[in-house]
C-alpha cells in the first residue's frame, strides 16, 4: 500500500469511510438549476467511481435570505427534495456517500435580501445587509434544521454547517461584522450562540445516524477576526453539540491574503489543523492546497488531521484517488490551484469547469468515445493545445504523430511555470508526457514540420501558438532590450533597473520573476506566511500580523498605454493577489504611458504630456502576441486544410484554459 494512512478506513461510528479523503465543496453552478440535476449526478457519479468515499456539494442555501445569487441552489421546500434525490441515488449507486452543504451567505448575498448581524456591508459586495432581529435569528436557526430534515429525505448521509469563509454563522462569530448588543452579541458567548444553536437542534432533528460536519475558521485573516482563544472555546462547544466531524475553513473572502491560488504553498494550512487537534476528540478535516498524494499522505502520517479535503484537484482529476492507490501519482492530472475554470467562473456566474480538465461539469457533454475508424493524424506544436488534442486523439483511436520544433513538449506553458508562484504548472507537463506514452501518440521533439511533411496525412491540427509582439520604437533593436521569452529563459543578462512594456498577464509575471529572489516564497511557509503577514504562533487577533515582505531583487516599472489601474483584465479571484505582490515589492505601476525612445540614458516616456526618463539598464518587452500560423497559408497553398487551435486560431485573450478546452473539443469531433 503505497499511501497507507490515506487509505486506512475512518470509523465514523454508525458508518466507515474507505479512505481519508473528503471531497470538499465546490460550487459549480450546475446546483442552482433544476434541469442541470442530471448534470450535477454526473459530475458526482465520476467521482465516486474514482474512488472517493465521501462528498460535500457545493453550498446549498436554507433560505431566499441565505441565498449567495439571485435563483440560487437552496433546499428548504417540499418540492426541493426530489431533485436532489437523482444526486444522493447516483453516488449511492457508485457506493459512495454525500452530505450537503448548507450555505448561508450572510452579507455576502450578492441580492437586495441579504441579511447579516449587523448592518455592515461587506467590502466585497455592493448590497448592504438588514440586521436580523431576534426573531429573525430563530427564523434562521429554524432554517438551517428545515434544510438539514430535507437533505435527509432526499438521501443524503449528512450536512455540512457552512461555519466559515466570513459567510453569515462566521459573521455572528466576529467582532468585526457582529456589533449586536442583544442575546446573539456583545460578549463571545452571545456571539458563539448562533452555530451552537444550529448544531444542537438540528443534532435533535436528524438523530444519531446521520453526519453533521461543521465547518469552523480557524483563522479569519481579516482584522476583527477571532482569537485563537475564542476559536477552540467553539470547537469545543461545537463538539458537544453533536457534530460528527470539523472541517477547516481558512480565511474570508474579504481577507488580503490569499489562501488557494497557486503561490500559497502546498498544505500552507494544515499546522492550524493540528494545532485544534489537541483540543478536541471528534475527528478534523484540513484544507487549502493539498493536491498530491504524498502531500496529503505526510498530513495525515504527521498526525496533522484525520482527513484531507480536497474539492478543485478532484474536478482537476476525477480517478486521483484510484491512482493514488494504484501507485500511479504520475498520472494524477494535477490541480495548478489556478482558478481559472472553477472559482473565476462561479464568481462570474458561469458554469465552473477546469483548466486542465475541461470535462469537469461537461461530463454528460464532452464525451470521449471510441473514433469510427482509425485516421493517421498530424498535429503540429506542443503547446496546450496540442497536447491536449493529440492525446485525445489517441485515446479514440487514431494514429497520431505530434510534431514539436523546441526540444520539450510546453509551449508558452514552459515559460509560465518558471514565474516565482507558478511552479505547479510543470505537473501539467509531466501529466501530458506521461498521456504522451500511455496513448501511443508519436512525439517528434526538435522537429519543425513543413507542408512536406504534412502531406500524407488524413487530418493536419494546427496548434502553433503565438509569437511574442514586436516593439515599434526608436532604440527597440538594442542589446538591452529584451524580449520576455528571452528573460524567462535564462538566454539574456537582466540589469538592477527594468523597465516592463506591457502590463498583461506576461508583463505581470516576469516583473514577479524580476523581483523575487529565489527560492520562492511558494516553496517555504514559514517564509510565505511572515511575507503576507499570517500569524503562526495564533496569538493575534484574527491571525494576522503586518506582512514583512523580503526586498525586492530589483528596482521595476511596469507600464501600459492604456491610463488607469494596471492589472484590471487579470483574472477575476487572483488578479488582486499579483497587483499586491508587485506592490509590496514596490514595483512602480504606471498607466496613459506614451513610450518615446530607448537610448543610453534609459526609456523616454511621456505621462500627461510630461516628459520622464526612465534610468532602467534593460528593457523587457511583454507586448502582447500575434498568431503563428505561416504554415496554415502555406498548406491552403497547397490546397490542404489544417484545423487551427489555441493561439494560432486566435491570440487575443488566449490562455491555456482555451488552447486546452478548443484542443480536447476538436478531438473529440474528427
Ligand atoms: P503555445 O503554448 O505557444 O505552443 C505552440 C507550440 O507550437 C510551441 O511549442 C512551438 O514551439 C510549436 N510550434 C510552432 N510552430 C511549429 C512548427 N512549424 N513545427 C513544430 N512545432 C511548432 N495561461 C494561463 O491560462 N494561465 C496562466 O497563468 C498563464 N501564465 C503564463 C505565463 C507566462 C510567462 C506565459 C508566457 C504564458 C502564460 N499563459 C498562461 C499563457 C499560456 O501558456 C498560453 O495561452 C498557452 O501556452 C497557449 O497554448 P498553445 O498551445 O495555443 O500555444
Ligand atoms: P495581453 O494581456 O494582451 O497584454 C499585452 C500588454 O501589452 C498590454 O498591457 C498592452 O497594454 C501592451 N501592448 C499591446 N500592444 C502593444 C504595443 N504595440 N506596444 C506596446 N505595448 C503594447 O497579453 P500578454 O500579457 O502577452 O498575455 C497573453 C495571454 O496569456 C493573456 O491573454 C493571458 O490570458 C495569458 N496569461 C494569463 C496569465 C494568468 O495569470 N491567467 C498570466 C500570463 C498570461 P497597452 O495597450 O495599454 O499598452
Ligand atoms: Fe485546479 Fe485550475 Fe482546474 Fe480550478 S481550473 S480545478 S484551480 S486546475
Same mark, same amino acid.
Given at each position: 500500500?503505497?499511501?497507507?494512512?490515506?487509505?486506512?478506513?475512518?470509523?465514523?461510528?454508525?458508518? !466507515? @469511510?474507505?479512505?481519508?479523503?473528503?471531497?470538499?465543496?465546490?460550487?459549480? $453552478?450546475?446546483?442552482?438549476?433544476?434541469?442541470?440535476?442530471?448534470?450535477? +449526478?454526473?459530475?458526482?457519479?465520476?467521482?465516486?467511481?474514482?474512488?472517493?468515499?465521501?462528498?460535500?456539494?457545493?453550498?446549498?442555501?436554507?433560505? &431566499?435570505?441565505?441565498?449567495?445569487?439571485?435563483?440560487?441552489?437552496?433546499?428548504?421546500?417540499?418540492?426541493?427534495?426530489?431533485?436532489?434525490?437523482?444526486?444522493?441515488?447516483?453516488?449511492?449507486?457508485?457506493?459512495?456517500? =454525500? #452530505?450537503?452543504?448548507?450555505?448561508?451567505?450572510?452579507?455576502?448575498?450578492?441580492?437586495?435580501?441579504?441579511?447579516?448581524?449587523?448592518?455592515?456591508?461587506?467590502?466585497?459586495?455592493?448590497?448592504?445587509?438588514?440586521?436580523?432581529?431576534?426573531?429573525?435569528?430563530?427564523?434562521?436557526? +429554524?432554517?438551517?434544521?428545515?434544510?438539514?430534515?430535507?437533505?435527509?429525505?432526499?438521501?443524503?448521509?449528512?450536512?455540512?454547517?457552512?461555519?466559515?469563509?466570513?459567510?453569515?454563522?462566521?459573521?455572528?462569530?466576529?467582532?468585526?461584522?457582529?456589533?449586536?448588543?442583544?442575546?446573539?452579541?456583545?460578549?463571545?458567548?452571545?456571539?458563539?450562540?448562533?452555530?451552537?444553536? &444550529?448544531?444542537?437542534?438540528?443534532?435533535?432533528?436528524?438523530?444519531?445516524?446521520?453526519?453533521?460536519?461543521?465547518?469552523?475558521?480557524?483563522?479569519?485573516?481579516?482584522?476583527?477576526?477571532?482569537?485563537?482563544?475564542? &476559536?477552540?472555546?467553539?470547537?469545543?462547544?461545537?463538539?458537544? +453539540?453533536?457534530?460528527?466531524?470539523?472541517?477547516?475553513? %481558512? $480565511?474570508?473572502?474579504?481577507?488580503?491574503?490569499?489562501?488557494?491560488?497557486?503561490?500559497?504553498?502546498?498544505?500552507?494550512?494544515?499546522?492550524?489543523?493540528?494545532?485544534?487537534?489537541?483540543?478536541?476528540? =471528534?475527528?478534523?478535516?484540513?484544507?487549502?492546497?493539498?493536491?498530491?498524494?504524498?502531500?496529503?499522505?505526510?498530513? @495525515?502520517?504527521?498526525?496533522?488531521?484525520?482527513?484531507?479535503?480536497?474539492?478543485?484537484?478532484?474536478? /482537476?482529476?476525477?480517478?486521483?484517488?484510484?491512482?493514488?492507490?494504484?501507485?500511479?501519482?504520475?498520472? &494524477?492530472? *494535477? #490541480?495548478?490551484?489556478?482558478?481559472?475554470? #472553477?472559482?473565476?467562473?462561479?464568481?462570474?456566474?458561469?458554469?465552473?469547469?477546469?483548466?486542465?480538465?475541461?470535462?469537469?461539469?461537461?461530463? !454528460?457533454? @464532452?464525451?470521449?468515445?471510441?473514433?469510427?475508424?482509425?485516421?493517421? %493524424? /498530424?498535429?503540429?506544436?506542443?503547446?496546450?493545445?496540442?497536447?491536449?488534442?493529440?492525446? !485525445?486523439?489517441?485515446?479514440?483511436?487514431?494514429?497520431?504523430?505530434?510534431?514539436?520544433?523546441?526540444?520539450? =513538449?510546453?509551449?508558452?506553458?514552459?515559460?509560465?511555470?518558471?514565474?516565482?508562484?507558478?511552479?505547479?504548472?510543470?505537473?501539467?507537463?509531466?501529466?501530458?508526457?506521461?498521456?504522451?506514452?500511455?496513448?501511443?501518440?508519436?512525439?517528434?521533439?526538435?522537429?519543425?514540420?513543413?507542408?512536406?511533411?504534412?502531406?500524407?496525412?488524413?487530418?493536419?491540427?494546427?496548434? *502553433?501558438?503565438?509569437?511574442?509582439?514586436?516593439?515599434?520604437?526608436?532604440?527597440?533593436?538594442?542589446?538591452?532590450?529584451?524580449?520576455?521569452?528571452?528573460?524567462?529563459?535564462?538566454?539574456?543578462?537582466?540589469?538592477?533597473?527594468?523597465? %516592463?512594456?506591457?502590463?498583461?498577464?506576461?508583463?505581470?509575471?516576469?516583473?514577479?520573476?524580476?523581483?523575487?529572489?529565489?527560492?520562492?516564497?511558494? *516553496?517555504?511557509?514559514?517564509?510565505?506566511?511572515?511575507?503576507?503577514?499570517?500569524?503562526?504562533?495564533?496569538?493575534?487577533?484574527? $491571525?494576522?500580523?503586518?506582512?514583512?515582505?523580503?526586498?525586492?531583487?530589483?528596482?521595476?516599472?511596469?507600464?501600459?498605454?492604456?491610463?488607469?489601474?494596471?492589472?484590471?483584465?487579470?483574472?477575476? *479571484?487572483?488578479?488582486?493577489?499579483?497587483?499586491?505582490?508587485?506592490?509590496?515589492?514596490?514595483?512602480?505601476?504606471?498607466?496613459?504611458?506614451?513610450?518615446?525612445?530607448?537610448?543610453?540614458?534609459?526609456?523616454?516616456?511621456?505621462?500627461?504630456?510630461?516628459?520622464?526618463?526612465?534610468?532602467?539598464?534593460?528593457?523587457?518587452?511583454?507586448?502582447?502576441?500575434?498568431?503563428?500560423?505561416?504554415?496554415?497559408?502555406?498548406?491552403? +497553398?497547397?490546397?490542404?486544410?489544417?484545423?487551427?487551435?489555441?493561439?494560432?486560431?486566435?491570440? /487575443?485573450?488566449?490562455?491555456?484554459?482555451?488552447?486546452?478546452?478548443?484542443?480536447?473539443?476538436?478531438?473529440?469531433?474528427?
Amino acid at each position: 500500500m503505497p499511501y497507507p494512512h490515506l487509505f486506512s478506513p475512518l470509523d465514523l461510528g454508525h458508518l !466507515t @469511510l474507505p479512505n481519508r479523503v473528503i471531497m470538499g465543496s465546490m460550487h459549480t $453552478g450546475l446546483e442552482d438549476r433544476a434541469r442541470d440535476f442530471d448534470k450535477l +449526478a454526473a459530475y458526482f457519479a465520476e467521482r465516486v467511481r474514482g474512488g472517493v468515499g465521501l462528498i460535500v456539494t457545493g453550498g446549498i442555501a436554507p433560505s &431566499i435570505e441565505g441565498w449567495l445569487t439571485p435563483l440560487g441552489g437552496r433546499l428548504s421546500m417540499p418540492w426541493h427534495v426530489a431533485r436532489h434525490r437523482k444526486v444522493t441515488r447516483a453516488v449511492h449507486d457508485e457506493g459512495g456517500r =454525500i #452530505c450537503l452543504q448548507i450555505l448561508h451567505g450572510g452579507r455576502y448575498g450578492y441580492h437586495p435580501f441579504s441579511v447579516a448581524p449587523s448592518r455592515l456591508k461587506a467590502p466585497i459586495t455592493p448590497f448592504t445587509p438588514r440586521a436580523l432581529g431576534a426573531r429573525g435569528v430563530e427564523r434562521t436557526i +429554524a432554517d438551517f434544521v428545515n434544510c438539514a430534515r430535507k437533505a435527509r429525505e432526499a438521501g443524503y448521509d449528512g450536512v455540512e454547517v457552512m461555519g466559515s469563509e466570513g459567510y453569515l454563522i462566521n459573521e455572528f462569530l466576529a467582532e468585526r461584522s457582529n456589533q449586536r448588543h442583544d442575546a446573539w452579541g456583545g460578549s463571545v458567548e452571545r456571539r458563539q450562540r448562533l452555530p451552537v444553536e &444550529i448544531v444542537q437542534r438540528m443534532r435533535a432533528a436528524v438523530g444519531p445516524d446521520f453526519l453533521i460536519i461543521y465547518r469552523l475558521s480557524m483563522l479569519d485573516l481579516v482584522d476583527g477576526g477571532q482569537t485563537w482563544d475564542e &476559536i477552540v472555546a467553539l470547537a469545543r462547544k461545537i463538539q458537544s +453539540a453533536g457534530a460528527s466531524l470539523i472541517n477547516s475553513g %481558512i $480565511g474570508w473572502h474579504e481577507s488580503r491574503v490569499p489562501t488557494i491560488v497557486t503561490s500559497v504553498p502546498r498544505a500552507a494550512f494544515s499546522w492550524v489543523t493540528r494545532r485544534l487537534k489537541a483540543e478536541v476528540s =471528534i475527528p478534523l478535516i484540513t484544507s487549502n492546497r493539498i493536491n498530491m498524494p504524498a502531500v496529503a499522505e505526510r498530513i @495525515l502520517a504527521d498526525g496533522d488531521a484525520d482527513m484531507v479535503s480536497m474539492a478543485r484537484p478532484l474536478l /482537476a482529476d476525477p480517478h486521483w484517488l484510484r491512482k493514488a492507490r494504484e501507485d500511479r501519482a504520475a498520472d &494524477i492530472n *494535477t #490541480c495548478i490551484a489556478c482558478n481559472q475554470a #472553477c472559482l473565476d467562473h462561479v464568481f462570474e456566474h458561469k458554469r465552473a469547469s477546469c483548466l486542465v480538465n475541461p470535462r469537469a461539469c461537461h461530463e !454528460t457533454e @464532452l464525451v470521449v468515445t471510441a473514433a469510427a475508424s482509425s485516421r493517421r %493524424i /498530424a498535429v503540429v506544436g506542443a503547446g496546450p493545445a496540442g497536447l491536449a488534442c493529440a492525446t !485525445t486523439l489517441a485515446e479514440r483511436g487514431h494514429a497520431v504523430t505530434l510534431f514539436e520544433r523546441a526540444a520539450q =513538449i510546453g509551449g508558452q506553458f514552459r515559460l509560465a511555470m518558471r514565474i516565482p508562484g507558478k511552479e505547479e504548472f510543470a505537473e501539467t507537463l509531466r501529466y501530458f508526457s506521461r498521456r504522451i506514452e500511455q496513448t501511443g501518440v508519436e512525439l517528434r521533439l526538435a522537429t519543425e514540420a513543413t507542408p512536406d511533411a504534412l502531406g500524407g496525412y488524413d487530418e493536419v491540427v494546427l496548434a *502553433t501558438g503565438v509569437t511574442p509582439r514586436a516593439l515599434v520604437l526608436a532604440g527597440a533593436e538594442r542589446a538591452n532590450v529584451l524580449s520576455y521569452v528571452d528573460v524567462l529563459q535564462g538566454h539574456a543578462a537582466v540589469g538592477q533597473r527594468v523597465a %516592463i512594456i506591457g502590463a498583461g498577464g506576461i508583463g505581470f509575471d516576469v516583473a514577479e520573476f524580476l523581483i523575487e529572489p529565489a527560492p520562492s516564497p511558494s *516553496t517555504d511557509i514559514a517564509r510565505w506566511a511572515r511575507e503576507w503577514g499570517v500569524d503562526t504562533s495564533l496569538a493575534a487577533r484574527g $491571525g494576522l500580523l503586518p506582512p514583512a515582505p523580503a526586498p525586492a531583487a530589483r528596482q521595476v516599472w511596469l507600464l501600459q498605454r492604456t491610463p488607469g489601474k494596471l492589472g484590471k483584465r487579470l483574472n477575476r *479571484t487572483t488578479g488582486w493577489v499579483h497587483r499586491a505582490t508587485l506592490a509590496a515589492k514596490q514595483v512602480t505601476m504606471l498607466g496613459g504611458v506614451e513610450y518615446e525612445r530607448i537610448d543610453d540614458a534609459g526609456l523616454h516616456i511621456r505621462i500627461d504630456g510630461q516628459a520622464q526618463v526612465l534610468a532602467v539598464d534593460t528593457v523587457v518587452v511583454c507586448a502582447g502576441q500575434q498568431a503563428n500560423r505561416s504554415l496554415h497559408a502555406a498548406l491552403a +497553398a497547397r490546397g490542404l486544410r489544417g484545423h487551427l487551435i489555441g493561439g494560432a486560431d486566435v491570440a /487575443a485573450e488566449l490562455d491555456a484554459k482555451r488552447a486546452i478546452a478548443q484542443g480536447t473539443q476538436l478531438a473529440t469531433t474528427l
